[in-house]
């Protein structure tokens, strides 16, 4: 493959989610294929320690490049190869791919330019999802249960923000002024947060210097609330994977069914605090009734956004390619 062809793989492929919009997939090509490397650098010290989410972003890359090459009638062999722990300075081996002609395309494909994410209130419409089912995901419709889990995320995610050191971290991650110098390049702007002007620089104060002022004064939890978003989703997917699965392979799956879910009408915001929380976490394996041999990986709200999708903060491909 010339690298023009590869670079138009990469272009469509650096379109699937990261967390935090780190995006530390990198692609290098090899005869026959090419190699997908996590690179240490914009990882999440404090969030993501052990950089297992930095795993489910490059598998969610993968899978996206083996997407994209469906549509040129590629077919792709993937070795998962995190877990080899291979690495090349602050560069970490994710996955070989190696390419073979006359493969099938891939119709989820198509999705992967209308996918997006959608942090405010979703619309109120019927949304036809026709049976649609995954045996890695269990499907919250109804209202108890979205408001069950609006409130267990709400406290969940004010007990993350009181930990300092990951408040700051996100926060550095956050692009609440469009004349950031990486608002366009990574992380969450303000427009993808769906936050006017005000509001986005009112938020870098209380999530700053203010913080325990306005925690003792009582008003953090309604500062860190989402609760009106959750209760409005149509659809709460919460996605789980065999517990010794490679993050590899689990994001590759978790961005299949975010695009299935996009090929429904359907926005997402992810509401990480949810899976990240030990405490959360089994709460919800207990009720949700997710056996013990697996692991909660993600719990996504989805519905109807009824907007545009606000404008994507992506790296150049020249900087993905190595």
């Given amino acids: 493959m010339d690298r023009e062809a590869l670079e138009g793989i990469v272009a469509r492929a650096w379109l699937a989610p990261s967390v935090h919009n780190t995006q530390p997939a990198r692609w290098k090509p090899v005869p026959g294929g090419v ?24 598998g969610a890359a993968v899978e996206a490049t083996v997407l994209a090459a469906s549509a040129l009638g590629l077919s792709a062999r993937v070795d998962d190869l995190w877990q080899a722990q291979t690495t090349d300075g602050p560069l970490r081996l994710a996955a070989r791919i190696g390419w073979t002609t006359g493969g099938a395309e891939d119709g989820l494909h198509r999705s992967l330019e209308t996918r997006f994410t959608h942090r405010g209130v979703f619309d109120v419409a019927t949304v036809p999802l026709f049976g649609w089912t995954r045996a890695d995901a269990v499907v919250v419709t109804d209202a108890p249960r979205r408001v069950w889990l609006a409130t267990l995320d709400e406290g969940v995610s004010l007990r993350a923000m009181r930990r300092g050191p990951l408040r700051r971290e996100l926060r550095d991650w956050m692009r609440l002024s469009d004349r950031h110098p990486r608002a366009d390049l990574d992380g969450l702007s303000r427009r993808a947060m ?6 986005a620089l009112a938020a870098g104060v209380v999530l700053g210097p203010l913080w325990w002022v306005c925690d003792a004064l009582g008003l953090t939890r ?43 009408g359907l926005a997402g915001w992810p509401m990480a605090a949810l899976a990240d929380d030990p405490d959360s976490r089994a709460e919800i394996a207990a009720r949700l009734a997710i056996g013990g041999d697996r692991r909660l990986v993600q719990v996504l709200r989805l519905g109807p956004a009824g907007s545009d999708p606000p404008p994507r903060a992506r790296l150049p491909v020249a900087d993905l390619l190595i």
Avoid: K, N
Wanted: net charge negative; charged share 30%.
């Fill in 35 to 58: 190699e997908i490397w996590s690179d240490d650098r914009v990882g999440l010290d404090i969030g993501d320690p052990d950089r297992r989410d930095a795993g489910l972003s490059c």
């Fill in 194 to 199: 769906r936050m006017g002007r005000g509001t």
């Fill in 222 to 264: 309604r500062i860190v609330s989402e609760a009106e978003a959750t209760r409005s989703a149509a659809v709460i997917a919460c996605f789980h994977r065999p517990a010794g699965e490679s993050p590899v392979s689990t994001g590759r799956a978790y961005l299949r069914l975010w695009l299935e879910a996009t090929q429904l």
